[in-house]
């Protein structure tokens, strides 16, 4: 028909590799439905419900990268190798099915694990019970993250890994602390252009480092294999038993130290408004109870809960700049026009949100630049942001009201750029030189802080 366009499915390219998957390993069976999972800002993931012969139906993950991977981020076949290897020392992860490499598109496939990984909906579960009943499942659950860690820290694992695994990690180094400060160098190298406070905060962070360094003198532990993301939205949960099903998102791991794991799951970052300290709901004596019972070293129990009551300030502030870095990379590698740019770009704007708590350390106090719903933008800017609001306010109230899902998202997604554009419409112009760079560094955040917590 002329003038018509064809409706492209956003799933058309994930079906060969879903049916080469199923014939690899050696399953007779058709596909009953495919569908994008939401979330992955830095790999897609797919869901394919196959059914064979029998009627038994069988549910995949498919996973592949996005437009352009993170600087550091693992490939299909090195994420592939680590869960498995994952999988061999006893942790919980989606069981992996097979690997599919083209030039062009490679794929990684995984058994689909029951649950949520969603932190606020885990977190409301896990409250709606009398306290005491709360207080035994949430000390459950956070001494199974530990048993977790423990697996993957353990002794038997890096002796593993080092055998197996150095195509994609590279060879074992003799110190995991120094191996972690060099994958948080790597990866800060690679911003582009990093924001004047996120270099302070680097430094900073690298100083502390050198500090506990110093400290610790000639004292060293070889590095194990850390993940390097473990924190709740990537930790399937089942909400009907409160139990860790799957431990999942492994493109970051890598060699370093297991203090980067604790203070990760533990970060204020992380905790997705909840009020215990490991993941939001838990206490880290419980996770280290459960990390303890994983852990054949009596010795390195000891050394672990005497690393946590001394450094664990410094890996949460580790944990904070490592994610800024993240979310900066997240930013630069928007393109416009692209599907996810909306998404990337927003996730950069967070830069100054996830080092607030880091620099209030390191500095003592922050600047604030405050930006009022009522305050009014620039005269010369006053049409656009009246059409701005309302372009929000149609998005939100209107359009996102009739939609669900992903699209629902999106909606939203584009009322969140239209308030930070419109806090930036708001700021005031600043012609004063600063003195030093940590007088620029401060003023810059109070003004990134501001856009970013403006709600007009």
């Not at 596909?31 to 939401?38: A, N, V």
């Not at 694992?157 to 060099?182: N, Q, V, W």
């Not at 533990?266 to 838990?282: D, E, I, L, T």
Request: net charge neutral.
């Amino acid at each position: 028909m002329r003038g018509a366009r064809a409706v492209t499915d956003p799933t058309q390219d994930i079906r060969p590799i879903i049916e080469e998957a199923a014939e690899r390993v050696g399953l007779k069976a058709s596909i009953k439905e495919m569908r994008r999972l939401s979330g992955g800002a830095i790999n897609q993931n797919f869901l394919a419900e196959l059914t064979d012969g029998s009627d038994q139906t069988h549910r995949w993950v498919l996973r592949r990268g996005q437009s352009l991977p993170i600087p550091g981020s693992l490939n299909r076949a090195a994420e592939f190798a680590v869960v498995s290897h994952a999988e061999k020392m006893g942790v919980a992860v989606a069981k992996p099915i097979t690997l599919i490499e083209h030039e062009s598109n490679s794929a990684s496939v995984f058994q689909w694990c029951s649950g949520q990984t969603d932190g606020r909906a885990i977190l409301s579960w896990l409250s709606k019970s009398d306290q005491h009943a709360n207080a035994e499942k949430t000390k459950r659950l956070t001494q199974s993250l530990g048993v977790q860690l423990a697996r993957l820290h353990s002794t038997q694992s890096a002796e593993t890994a080092a055998k197996t695994l150095t195509t994609h990690l590279g060879p074992r180094p003799d110190d995991g602390f120094a191996a972690s400060i060099d994958l948080l160098k790597r990866s800060f190298s690679k911003v582009k252009a990093p924001k004047s406070y996120l270099i302070a905060a680097y430094e900073a962070c690298l100083n502390e480092a050198e500090t506990i360094q110093r400290a610790r003198g000639q004292t060293k532990a070889p590095a194990c294999i850390a993940h390097n993301d473990f924190r709740l939205g990537n930790l399937m949960i089942d909400p009907s038993t409160s139990q860790l099903t799957a431990v999942l998102d492994w493109e970051f791991t890598a060699w370093g130290d297991p203090m980067a794991d604790i203070g990760w799951v533990s970060a204020p970052c992380w905790r997705f408004g909840g009020s215990g300290p490991v993941a939001g709901f838990g206490a880290v004596d419980d996770l280290l109870t459960g990390y303890a019972s994983a852990c054949a070293d009596a010795q390195a129990i000891v050394q672990m809960k005497a690393r946590v009551a001394g450094e664990l300030g410094f890996w949460q502030r580790y944990a904070h700049l490592r994610w800024a870095v993240i979310a900066a990379q997240q930013g630069e590698r928007a393109i416009s026009g692209d599907v996810e740019a909306l998404e990337l770009l927003l996730t950069g704007a967070m830069v100054a949100s996830i080092l607030e708590p880091t620099l209030a350390h390191y500095w003592g106090s922050l600047p604030t630049i405050a930006l009022g719903e009522r305050d009014a933008p620039e005269p010369a800017h006053a049409a656009l942001d009246q059409l701005l609001a309302e372009a929000a306010h149609h998005l939100k109230s209107y359009l996102g009201a009739q939609l669900s899902g992903s699209q629902r998202y999106s909606a939203l997604m584009s009322a969140n750029a239209i308030r930070l554009a419109r806090g930036g419409l708001r700021l005031k112009k600043n012609a004063s030189v600063h003195s030093n760079a940590t007088d620029q560094a401060r003023h810059e955040l109070a003004a990134d802080l501001a856009v970013w917590s403006f709600r007009g």
